[in-house]
Every structure is written in C-alpha cells, then in structure tokens.
C-alpha cells in the first residue's frame, strides 16, 4: 500500500482532475507489482504529520507520495525520522534524502509568456496557487523574470486553486486601470470558473482578455470558448511517481526523476492582445 495524503477540502479534491489522472497513472505501475494508493484528505499540516506517525507505527503504508511541497517543509524530514520510504513530487533542496520527480515548471512559464508576447499582449495577469508552494513561486519568479526581459508588465493576484477563489482574482485583475489583456491561471478549476463568469457578464473571450490554465484537463476541452492550457501528461506523471517508489522499495539510491515534458495545447480562448485585433 502507498499513501498519498492531500491537505485540503474534500469537495475540491472530488473536483480537481489532477489529482485524479495523477493516482490512475502510479497504480498503473503499482497494481502489477501488488500495490495500490491509499488516498487520504485531512484538514491541515498536524493532521498529515499525524497519519504518518499512525502509518509508520501501524505499517500501513509501505511508502509515501508526498504533494505540494512548502518553503521549508517539514514533512520530508519527519518522514525520514518515522523511516517511512518517501518519493517527493516537486523540487526539495532541504536536508533529507528522499528521491523526488521534478517537472520543468519553469521552463513551462517561459513558453506561455513567449507565446502571449508574440500574441502581442504587453500586460499578463497570473492567478497563483498559494504562495508558500515551491511551485507557486517557482512560476512566479520565471514569469516576473520573463516579464522584465519581454518588457510585458506582469501583475500577480493570489488564490486558493478553488473556483471561487480563482474567478475573484481574475475580477480584481480586470477592475484595475490598465487590466491585463490576458491571464495565466495555476489550475484548470480557477481558469474554467473564471471564463464562465466573465463570459456571462458579457466579457468577450478572447477579443478582450485571453486566458490559459497551467493544467490541462477535460475541463478546459470542454469549456466555452474551450481553455488553452499548458498540458502535462499527468497519468505519466503519476506512472513516473508509481516507478519512482518501486525504485525506493528496492533499495536504490536517492535521484531525481525528471517529469513529463510541458507543452502548449493553444485553444479558443487565447488570442492576438485586443490593439492588434485589426
């Protein structure tokens, strides 16, 4: 059995595609080797370190996956202490040696601000994830970065990755003097929720704001006009994730996996910036 503990709310977990496609790739490997997922929600951070302790204590579990890695994070190292086997999805660089598989977030931003700079947009919004996530800053540094050498104005508004939220931020971007003339989204969820509202409000998607999400998913395929979205194969994330684990319970030694290559998949919502448009 492989453990995977998420930290959030149940409801928008039954919701977030990633997470599903992610379990269905690792027990693609895991299931022919005998294993399966464990997936457990809990309410915070003390609630996540205790089910490891239960786990370790119980052998519950005979390895971790261990998401949404924070600055400075705790978890690595208490799992290390339980002796708990651990694979890390996401860039770590603290002081446990526990094997992770690291995907090219960075270089994902970079291809997306080149493609709305070509499309001739000069200011981009970004609704982020929560800002204490390894890969909500890493997104942030390359785009603030890239802004500064395309010579395009970004603007940041943080969020929670929920619909709600992610639909508000997209609002406060576009009620500011001289809005954005396009929004780059840290989820499928934030970005559909927040087409549909500005669509029906009477936005025009994409002649007055382009929008793409960092995750692709049925959600943006089906979304009106359909989401453009940086796609990540995230079945064979979860199958690297899946080998990665097998590895540690054979006893290899600590590596970095590198994750599946981030691509563009450009749809109907992304479009030349508005002054361009004749």
């Known amino acids: 059995m492989i453990g995977l503990v998420l930290t959030a709310s149940a409801p928008r977990v039954g919701v977030e595609p990633f997470f599903i496609e992610l379990v269905s790739g690792m027990e693609e490997v895991l299931v022919p080797a005998g294993a399966t997922v464990l997936l457990l929600v809990v309410h915070d951070l003390a609630a996540e370190l205790a089910t490891y302790a239960r786990w370790a204590a119980e052998g519950t579990v005979d390895a971790v996956v261990v998401v949404?890695?924070?600055?400075?994070?705790?978890?690595?190292?208490?799992?290390?202490?339980?002796?708990?086997?651990?694979?890390?999805?996401?860039?770590?660089?603290?002081?446990?040696?526990?094997?992770?598989?690291?995907s090219d977030n960075a270089g994902a931003i970079s291809a997306a601000m080149r493609l709305l700079r070509e499309l001739g947009h000069r200011r981009i919004g970004r609704v982020s994830g929560p800002a204490e996530l390894v890969h909500t800053a890493e997104r942030s540094a390359t785009m603030l970065a890239d802004g500064q050498r395309l010579r395009v104005e970004v603007r940041i508004?943080?969020?929670?990755?929920?619909?709600?939220?992610?639909?508000?931020?997209?609002?406060?971007?576009?009620?500011?003097?001289?809005?954005?003339?396009?929004?780059?989204?840290?989820?499928?969820?934030m970005a559909v929720a927040a087409e549909e509202e500005l669509v029906r409000?009477?936005?025009?998607?994409?002649?007055?704001?382009?929008?793409?999400?960092?995750?692709?998913?049925?959600?943006?395929?089906?979304?009106?006009?359909?989401?453009?979205?940086?796609?990540?194969?995230?079945?064979?994330?979860?199958?690297?994730?899946?080998?990665?684990?097998?590895?540690?319970?054979?006893?290899?030694r600590q590596r970095v996996y590198p994750g599946p290559p981030i691509r563009i998949r450009r749809r109907g919502s992304t479009g030349p910036a508005p002054a361009d448009r004749h």
Do not use: K, W
């Open 68 to 102: 949404n890695l924070v600055h400075d994070d705790v978890r690595p190292v208490r799992l290390t202490q339980l002796g708990l086997p651990a694979v890390l999805a996401g860039r770590y660089a603290g002081p446990a040696a526990l094997s992770s598989v690291v």
């Open 201 to 252: 409000s009477g936005v025009e998607v994409p002649a007055r704001v382009s929008l793409l999400a960092c995750d692709d998913s049925t959600l943006c395929e089906l979304a009106v006009p359909p989401m453009s979205a940086l796609n990540i194969d995230v079945h064979e994330h979860g199958v690297t994730l899946g080998r990665a684990v097998l590895d540690v319970l054979r006893g290899a």
């Open 157 to 189: 508004a943080e969020a929670d990755y929920s619909a709600e939220a992610g639909a508000r931020a997209a609002r406060r971007l576009l009620a500011e003097a001289d809005p954005p003339t396009a929004i780059v989204f840290d989820n499928d969820v």
